[in-house]
């Protein structure tokens, strides 16, 4: 078992990077790689409802037969939860980037292996060329994507520590920062006092 573990992380150590493709840090890539999806989920949603509402209401004034609408029905509405289930997805992805949490970004991992490997199952299923292609290129894109999200889970991983270290060491130099501010504050308002005191003594004694 601790054999196949370290063969497990070694394996994704080798698909580990430093950068992503455009120069930006492994955090910004995770961010526009979810911003993207969540576009892409956005728009699914809104063409498959549009739609699924346009030809129910077009084929019910128009009769149509029910087996036609039924068809219509689950290919928009597969459309549409597709949508859901993908504005999920990323909003586990960047809400995983934004606050540095690396079980979110496996989880996020798990299942976009699971629609890579139904999108490969779809590729044999193609039939025709430009369908074939576009999944092809699909899939280039998303193995890339799965390198960038895996290399900043390992790098959060890595650096869980050292994070903690830090986020404790920022922590106690803020509690000292704001002793020192009421310090500063409490010794002020003592000098106030003395001041008032002894003004109010000068005309007590004229």
């Known amino acids: 078992m601790g054999e196949d573990s370290r063969n497990s992380s070694s394996c994704c150590g080798r698909l580990r990077i430093t950068r992503c493709c455009c120069g930006c840090t492994l955090k910004t890539g995770c961010l526009i790689i979810g911003s993207l999806h969540m576009i892409w989920a956005i728009v699914a949603i809104g063409v498959g409802l549009g739609l699924l509402v346009y030809f129910n209401i077009v084929g019910q004034s128009l009769g149509w037969h029910r ?3 039924t068809t219509i029905n689950i290919s928009f509405g597969g459309l549409l939860a597709g949508g859901v289930a993908q504005c999920i997805h990323s909003a586990i992805l960047i809400h995983g980037t934004r606050k540095g ?3 979110f970004l496996f989880c996020w991992e798990m299942f976009y292996i699971i629609g890579m490997v139904l999108t490969a199952i779809g590729l044999v299923l193609q039939a025709g060329l430009w369908g074939i292609v576009s999944t092809v290129v699909g899939l280039l894109f998303g193995v890339y994507f799965y390198i960038v999200v895996n290399s900043y889970r390992l790098e959060l991983m890595a650096g ?20 020192q501010n009421m310090h500063r504050q409490n010794m002020y308002h003592q000098n106030m006092s003395h001041i008032q ?9 004229y």
Do not use: R
């Open 67 to 69: 087996e036609a609408l």
């Open 101 to 103: 949490k690396a079980g």
């Open 160 to 179: 869980g520590e050292n994070s903690n270290i830090e986020g404790k060491a920022t922590s106690s130099h803020a509690m000292a920062h704001y002793n």
């Open 197 to 205: 005191q002894n003004l109010h003594n000068i005309q007590q004694k």
